[in-house]
């Protein structure tokens, strides 16, 4: 029997899980604080930013909200940058990526206050992540460790290939298995788009996270059998439907499902574990920013 690793039942776990940290915090006069800031007209990214706000209300985080026109010029996103980097109110900044292509996302991301950075993209939380010392781990890798644990899924001298080297999942996801920690230990493989036989390296796997963006790159024969399958792709693929689109992950489901021991449904598996995730390094950012001391799940 295949698990089907349900992301919403964890992530709410997560959410309930941080009351009594946000709790405690309140306590000690402080309410938590997430600025995000969307520059772009993409439905995609608004609908994601718009998520991530109303999540922020719902367990007791302030969500400050920004909207920057796509042609604004790049000066204005930095100088609110730095307004937001000095008010006390905020902990959490998140800028949703990707930015249009005169922002340079790369000043952006090292103009935020590292100790405000919940996506933990600022080069020192790179840093620091990579020398085992991680101040805020991102979102979506550390989203994956928790749903590995939530089915009791061992990482520890497993081998685990990621598909995928972007600096939002990728790279964070293998760093983090390779560290020297109960939900890291595993032999990590990183494949790409110069990989020269993906297959042959999937079917080594005992655990495959796909990240790549490709709808259902990674199907059943790609596969052996008893392989945890993490899906990150979140992909509109047409469809004859009202929306015209459905969303499809990078994982063909139903082939690859016939293989896995448990595998991550695309929508519902890591996709509310990245948001849950987010809320937990905006707790954190708070209590570390104040220094109330808490307790996160
Ligand atoms: N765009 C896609 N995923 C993310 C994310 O985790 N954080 C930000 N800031 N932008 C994104």
Redesign the pocket.
Known sequence: MTTIIDGNAVAEEIRSGLTDAIDALEDAGVKPGLATVLMSDDPA?QT?VSMKQRDCEEVGIEAFDYELDPDTPADELYSLVDDLNADDDVHGI?????VPDHVDDRTVLRRIDPAKDV?G?HPENVGRLVAGDARFK???PHGVQKLLASVDVETEGADVVVVGRSD?VGKPMANLLIQKADDGNATVTVCHSRTKDLAAKTREADIVVAAVGVPELITGDMLSEDTVVIDVGVNRVDADNEKGYKLVGDVEFDSAKEKASAITPVPGGVGPM?RAMLLWNTVKAAAEAEGVDVDLP
Do not use: A, H
């Open positions: 990214s994601y998140l800028v949703q990526m990707p996506d993209f991102p979102c979506t939002i990245t």
